[in-house]
């Protein structure tokens, strides 16, 4: 006869028994101390414990048997305040089925009723379920590796003891999750964005757009009037246009479309085409995922980003410099191409290398550059292409490329620095095992494209160098300004500045988040979102 079941059983029979009005009553100090005995003993002696408790046991023992801790939910008004946390876990983007609120709700009505191991068991099931809930509130309900492959972050889990004690230190429950929830500025913005978009979800979302020709500004054409209606709810469009102009496309909904095109990533021409409708057609219900899995993400990034730090979203083709918790600068990049990806992970940048060699990866330099050398190596060596092998660097004109293919390739092709060289002027290290920087580019006009997912995994930046002084600064090496930049620059010369101080540098993918109240939203380039909100259903995808 197993001990969990036969006890949850009389638990349950007891509740039945149990008038409804009964509350839980304060407990006598006589009280305390005998359901504080019952759980020592019932830590260090019962095999059969439910197994919510025995998961959590080691930490539970910690903190009622050797820490001597204090009761945290018989007695103290916390319960029924869990519960309400419990069921109301969608305000942080979390699932309320997967918390036993009602299950609690039972336990909690037959405290009056049951005697004081019972009410141990009780006190026990509460402190498992409150954990639980607080490690997927702070660091998620998935290890990152398990979802994508490529998410390196660290794996991250909550200091069991530590939760529990600072609760039974904190004023209130409230209190606790409220500084438990990640403390990211980004985080609290996106929890209040869920609520509105839930609010307009359960208001019946938002009518759709028809397909059709493209529409330009100042055209007539009956789908304005489903245009702005759609506008309406979404981007402050008057939903009453003036009379005799229902169906013209004029200039005040024109500045709405292309705010809307610059909050989800498209081309901002005012053009409404395909791309621009079927964004606009994007139910709420898959913007509401979109903002949950944002919410899931900001979980697994470190608590402290640092008090500098450099953070690049893939999925948003953009860097930001942070200071003390306030963007001090954005500027577009380009990442790597769906089938090369740049990955997701936190590191730190070590130093700078201004007019640098291109040590081209030897899959790249067998791929791509092995062809290219059979055909013509004159014209790569006119690019700046060089081959290294033993230390001796050798013309490409003087081997028999023909000679070489996979498994049989010794040499280390580079380019050097100079005007076409593919790094550019500079680039940023943060040495890693996927051989992934930020750098320079000669390649600028990619910057100009709203999908700029084109390297082969690095990032490139759109403004390389005048990142260089604040990124010094930040690591703790004085006397550099933008003249001193361009004048190694100019210089020509290989040049390696190490910084005093490593700088927070997080390869981030966000599909959603608010930017000065703003919701943004952005396609899902790797399909990340997707393995995600799989994962969170309880499905799996192939890699």
């Known amino acids: 006869m197993l001990f969990a079941r036969t006890r949850l059983a009389a638990l349950a029979a007891a509740v039945v028994l149990a008038a409804p009005a009964l509350a839980q009553t304060d407990l006598s ?21 439910p197994l919510p408790v025995r998961q959590r046991q080691e930490a539970l023992n910690a903190y009622y048997n050797e820490n001597d801790g204090a009761l945290l939910w018989l007695g103290t008004g916390r319960a029924p305040k869990l519960i309400a946390w419990l069921r109301s876990a969608a305000d942080d983007g979390l699932d309320p089925a997967n918390y036993p609120s009602d299950q609690l709700t039972k336990l909690n009505d037959a405290v009056p009723v049951t005697d004081d191991r019972g009410r141990a068991i009780i006190e026990l099931h509460f402190s498992a379920a409150f954990l639980e809930y607080a490690s997927d509130l702070q660091v998620g309900r998935f290890l990152p590796r398990k979802v994508d492959p490529d998410f390196f972050l660290q794996k991250r889990n909550i200091d069991q003891l530590a939760a529990l004690t600072g609760l039974a230190n904190a004023r209130n429950l409230d209190q606790f999750f409220e500084g438990w929830q990640p403390s990211a500025p980004e985080y609290a913005a996106l929890r209040a964005v869920l609520g509105d978009y839930r609010a307009l979800g359960r208001a019946g979302g938002w009518p759709t757009v028809p397909m059709g020709d493209t529409l330009k500004p100042g055209m007539r054409d009956q789908r304005v009037r489903a245009l702005r209606a759609r506008l309406a709810v979404t981007d402050g469009a008057s939903p009453q246009a003036p009379a005799g102009a229902e169906d013209l496309y004029d200039d005040q909904l024109v500045a709405i479309v292309k705010a809307f095109q610059a909050r989800h990533g498209l081309d901002v021409d005012g053009l409404v085409g395909r791309g621009t409708i079927v964004a606009l057609n994007v139910p709420v219900e898959a913007r509401i995922q979109e903002i949950i899995v944002a919410m899931e993400r900001w979980r697994w990034l470190p608590p402290d980003l640092g008090s500098q730090y450099l953070m690049v979203n893939i999925a948003g083709f953009e860097l930001t410099r942070v ?10 990049v380009v990442v790597g191409k769906p089938y090369a990806r740049t990955p997701v992970f936190s590191d730190a940048v070590k130093y700078l290398e201004f007019n640098p060699y291109w040590n081209v990866p030897t899959s790249i330099a067998i791929k791509e550059e092995l062809p290219k050398l059979r055909q ?8 700046g292409f060089e081959a290294v092998r ?10 028999n490329w023909n000679q070489y293919g996979p498994g049989n390739f010794p040499f280390q092709i580079r380019q050097r620095p100079g005007p076409n060289n593919a790094l550019g002027r500079v680039k ?10 930020l750098h320079d580019t000669p390649a600028k006009s990619l910057f100009s494209k709203a999908d700029r997912a084109f390297s082969h995994g690095c990032v490139r930046l759109s403004r390389p160098l005048e990142l260089a002084p604040p990124v010094l600064a930040a690591g703790d090496v004085s006397g550099w300004n933008e003249a001193r930049v361009d004048k190694v620059v100019a210089s020509g010369d290989r040049t390696v500045v190490n910084l005093n101080k490593p700088m927070p540098i997080h390869i981030t993918y966000f599909t959603a988040w608010v930017d000065q109240g703003v919701p943004n939203f952005r396609a899902d380039i790797y399909e990340q979102d997707a393995k995600l909100i799989a994962a969170l259903g309880g499905e799996q995808m192939a890699w």
């Open 390 to 399: 033993g230390g001796k660097v050798y013309a490409l004109t003087s081997i």
């Open 376 to 383: 013509n190596p004159a014209a790569r060596a006119r690019a």
């Open 428 to 437: 940023y290290m943060f040495p890693n095992q996927f051989n992934v920087y």
């Open 323 to 332: 200071r003390d918790a306030k963007v001090e600068e954005k500027m577009a």
């Open 29 to 49: 100090p006589q009280e305390d101390q005998a359901i504080r005995a019952e759980i020592v003993n019932l830590l260090a002696n019962e095999p059969d414990l």
